[in-house]
């Protein structure tokens, strides 16, 4: 059963009789949006949440560079490092 959220025009009076302007708007879970969340921001122009996203995987991506440097922007996409496994290997084996 669809659910959807009902918004009412800002008004300094409060008169609920003009419903002809109340907006519908359906409230859901959107699979594209789960897997491709970069794209779908701006395919629906949410520019402040994109900018939002943007400026959370910048921090991360500061934040990993600090705590490895290895690790990086790999990190905050969810991949492997191409030198993370040779850093550790060096780390906890020894060099050679």
């Known amino acids: 059963m669809p659910v959807y959220t009902v918004h009412a025009p800002v ?4 008169d ?5 302007r109340f907006a519908f708007v359906r409230d859901g879970f959107h699979v594209w ?16 949440a994109l900018l939002g996203w943007i ?10 560079r600090f705590a490895d440097p ?4 790999f990190a905050s996409l969810g991949l492997k490092s ?4 040779f850093s ?6 020894g060099p050679g």
């Open 55 to 64: 400026v959370l995987m910048t921090i991360i991506d500061v934040a990993t």
């Open 16 to 20: 609920f009789r003009a419903t002809d």
């Open 82 to 85: 191409p030198m993370l496994s």
């Open 33 to 48: 949006a789960a897997i491709f969340g970069v794209i779908w921001l701006a395919w629906h122009r949410l520019w402040l």
């Open 88 to 93: 550790h290997q060096e780390r906890f084996l």
């Open 11 to 14: 008004t300094s009076n409060v």
């Open 70 to 73: 290895s690790f990086g922007l």
